[in-house]
């Protein structure tokens, strides 16, 4: 069945830096593109950055500059590194995949506080 396991949220100072990993199985995972979104409390979830199948790739204009998303598809896995980060990144962050049905992940908390 489709899995999707995100990891690597955590505390922060503001001005640091996470990498959150999304390892993936189930599916054809170098044909799909792979979505990060991000949900904070008592707001909708919105997509954070989003990765295509050849590499493209997009981000929400919030986090241009301060992040990155890359894939390994020999590891089944979509990276997002974030940098710089702020108050106002803290939030559950989810990876998708949209196969006809779209599926998520269980999420990884970032909270970014001093």
């Known amino acids: 069945q489709v899995q999707l396991v995100e990891s690597g949220g955590g505390l922060v100072q503001p001005g640091g830096s996470l990498r959150l990993s999304c390892v993936a199985s189930g599916f054809r995972f170098s044909r799909n593109t792979i979505g990060w979104y991000r949900q904070a409390p008592g707001k909708q979830r919105e997509l954070v950055a989003r990765?295509?199948?050849?590499?493209?790739?997009n981000y929400a204009d919030s986090v241009k500059d301060r992040f990155t998303i890359s894939r390994d598809n020999t590891k089944n896995t979509v990276y997002l590194r974030m940098n710089s980060l702020k108050p106002e990144d803290t939030a559950v962050y989810f990876c998708?995949?949209?196969?006809?049905?779209?599926?998520w992940g269980q999420g990884t908390q970032v909270t970014v506080s001093s």
């Open positions: 998708n995949v949209d196969l006809g049905f779209v599926y």
């Open positions: 990765i295509t199948s050849g590499g493209n790739t």
